[in-house]
């Protein structure tokens, strides 16, 4: 049976939402125990350098969104970038997931070989077949700034490990 692009990225997509927010949970309960303001969680970052916790999930955010619509042949909606507090940051994963449940599998199957083409600034633009869009970027940025959302908060020393990365099965 093959796998259809929905299949390939709408669940996928999904499950990295859910997971990171299930980690933000553990976050702002090791927060609350070890007494450290959350503001220092959010605002925390691996290296002077790279993006902060918070942005850091509004990429995975937007990663998801943007590449969910690009696939689907939708508008991309824009959604500031002004969470500062876990409660914030768990709405916007919440909001993408509810969003990813309004497109339809007939939107984004067969958009294996379409271009994809995407604005990457500079008036410089990406294009892809959608499969290596989804494979290539989508998952490729997404995964990454989760895993570096995970790993700020284990290097500031919240109880997580890779079941939490990776969820249930």
Known sequence: ??????????????RVLTNLSAILDKAAASAEARKIDPAVFIAARL????????????????TARRG???LAGLEVPSWPDTETS???LKARLEKTLTFLKTIRPDQIDGSEERTI?????GGNEMK????AFLFNFVFANCFFHA????????HNGVD??????LGGA
């Open 117 to 121: 083409t995407m604005p990457i600034g």
């Open 1 to 14: 049976m093959a796998l259809s692009m929905y299949d390939a990225s709408i669940p996928v997509l999904s």
């Open 68 to 70: 969910a619509c690009l």
């Open 47 to 62: 290296a002077p350098d790279m993006f902060p916790l918070s942005r850091q999930v509004q990429v995975v955010s937007d």
């Open 147 to 154: 895993a570096t959302a995970y790993a700020i908060l284990r």
């Open 160 to 165: 997580i490990g890779k079941r939490d990365f």
């Open 86 to 88: 876990f409660p914030e």
């Open 128 to 131: 892809l077949p959608g499969q």
